[in-house]
Structure formats: C-alpha cells, structure tokens
C-alpha cells in the first residue's frame, strides 16, 4: 500500500500545537491595507486557533504532523 499524500497547501497554512491542536494565520492582510485600521491589522497579525469543528477535516488533510 502506497503513503498517504499530505495536502502540501494546508501544511503551509496549519501547524500543530502541543497539545495536539493546529494553529492557523487570519486572512486579509495582504493588500488594501490603507484603509484598515491600525488595531484591525495588528489584530490580524496574530494566530489562532483552528476552531474544533474544522479539526477533523486539517487532521485528514496532514496525516503525518
């Protein structure tokens, strides 16, 4: 039987915490910044948590982190 592939797209998006969950980076600070508040992007720079109903489906897609 062949190795399961990991989702190379989702292993650059998600990390894996220690207590086993996945860490991710919030979306919409790439462009059109000018009028996004300074809090709003600060806040943005920051990670999260993957919530837990979307953990299942980050598990299948990187089966060796």
Do not use: W
């Not at 292993?11 to 059109?32: C, E, M, P, V």
């Amino acid at each position: 039987m062949s190795k399961m592939k990991t989702n190379r797209g989702a292993a650059k998006r998600f990390s894996k915490t220690g207590k086993g969950g996945y860490k991710r980076s919030q979306s919409h600070l790439n462009h059109i910044l000018t009028k996004k508040k300074s809090k709003r992007k600060r806040h943005l720079g920051s990670t999260e948590q993957v919530a837990h109903c979307d953990v299942k489906s980050v598990r299948r897609m990187l089966p060796y982190s």
